[in-house]
């Protein structure tokens, strides 16, 4: 029964899906400097309630300050809502509340929420570029064989000549996709629900995810982003009081990344052995060995959080250069991708045109 009132709660407030970190960032920020201000935690929320422009958002702060009027701790109204605060948002503050340092660790948690959503920030404006340019090429492609290439065939048809092969390639493919777009509709809409379809089995994902680490260059890109997501949790994790299995299982399967869920959790499994987590983490090909050497150096320390947050700042700069690197590598890639795609297309229209004595000479 408690697991079941959560889930109704939380499908009465309208927009809960639409709750964004730009939300949430803002939310525990304001918390977190209220409580250290003096107020008290039902007062914090009364006022951040009366702020929220966001309705979605306005129920849940209700529904948390009438939980806490009712004695309940602020984390078990946290875990009301699943689908705006995770699980390591809720162990963190449960580790808090225990410990006595509520406001400590949701400053801590604004703080690495923030970080965490500018590292995000910078990989999606990497990718918007790429992105947009092969979605501008793919529609004047389309544009210009659906609308442009017809004409052409036209203009020939006249003159009693078969057209150059890229000439006659273009207008086969122009009068299928004219004659038979619902095909096309239908098979482009197919094989992308049908990849989703693939993409949410454990087999596919975990397939997917193995494929993008081999990648050239989006597979290092993609451990560092991991690598730097799991320095982070995991050194605030610690630092607020969360127990290290506690905090291994959610910092796993905050990565995003199948591959190297399933490694965290291998090496969670060796720490209960009595390993420790250097140790345990050694072996694993998606983690690096810088990484797991500044962790063992932090363990001989014992300032293993210190460390954490380390690595996390080192891999943010790496992924800030990597990305750096990708954009400039592309920019070229791309020109000549859009070339090569819209001149190819430009040129077989044109070709009978080049060779018109020929074709008007039956030759």
């Given at each position: ?349 044109f070709l009978p045109i080049f060779k018109l004595g020929t074709v008007v000479g039956g030759h």
């Amino acid at each position: 029964m408690a697991d079941d009132r959560p889930r109704s709660s939380q499908l009465r407030i309208s927009g809960i899906r639409q709750i964004k970190k730009r939300e949430l960032i803002p939310f525990t920020r304001q918390t977190a400097g209220m409580l250290n201000a003096g107020m008290s935690i039902l007062s914090t929320l009364s006022t951040l309630e009366d702020q929220s422009s966001h309705p979605g958002f306005k129920l849940v702060l209700k529904t948390l300050r009438e939980n806490v009027e009712s004695g309940s701790p602020f984390s078990e109204g946290l875990r009301r809502f699943p689908k705006v605060f995770d699980d390591m948002y809720v162990n963190m503050v449960s580790a808090g509340e225990k410990s006595g340092q509520f406001a400590a660790v949701l400053k801590r948690l604004s703080i690495m929420m923030d970080a965490s959503s500018r590292l995000s920030r910078k990989v999606k404006s990497a990718m918007t570029y790429p992105t947009v340019i092969l979605s501008l090429a793919l529609i004047i492609a389309m544009g210009l064989i659906t609308f442009v290439v017809p004409i052409f065939k036209d203009m020939f048809a006249g003159f009693g000549a078969s057209l150059p092969g890229p000439t006659q390639l273009l207008v086969t493919v122009s009068d299928f996709m004219r004659h038979h777009w619902l095909v096309v509709i239908l098979g482009v809409g197919g094989s992308v629900y049908g990849f989703r379809k693939w993409l949410s089995t454990p087999g596919g994902r975990l397939k997917f995810d193995h494929f993008l680490l081999r990648l050239p260059v989006f597979g290092p890109l993609t451990q560092k982003v991991a690598v730097a997501r799991f320095c982070r949790l995991f050194a605030q994790m610690l630092t607020s009081g969360v127990p290290i299995l506690d905090a291994m299982y959610v910092v796993a399967r905050s990565m995003g990344n199948k591959v190297i869920e399933g490694e965290i959790l291998s090496a969670r499994s060796s720490i209960e052995q009595g390993n420790t987590l250097s140790s345990s983490l050694e072996g694993k090909h998606s983690l690096p060995m810088l990484m797991i050497r500044m962790i063992a150096a932090g363990e001989k320390s014992g300032r293993i959080d210190e460390m954490l947050e380390s690595v996390a700042e080192t891999y943010d700069d790496e992924v800030e250069t990597t990305l750096s690197t990708l954009t400039s590598l592309m920019e070229p890639f791309l020109m000549v991708f859009l070339g090569v795609i819209i001149g190819g297309i430009v040129v077989a229209m044109f070709l009978p045109i080049f060779k018109l004595g020929t074709v008007v000479g039956g030759h």
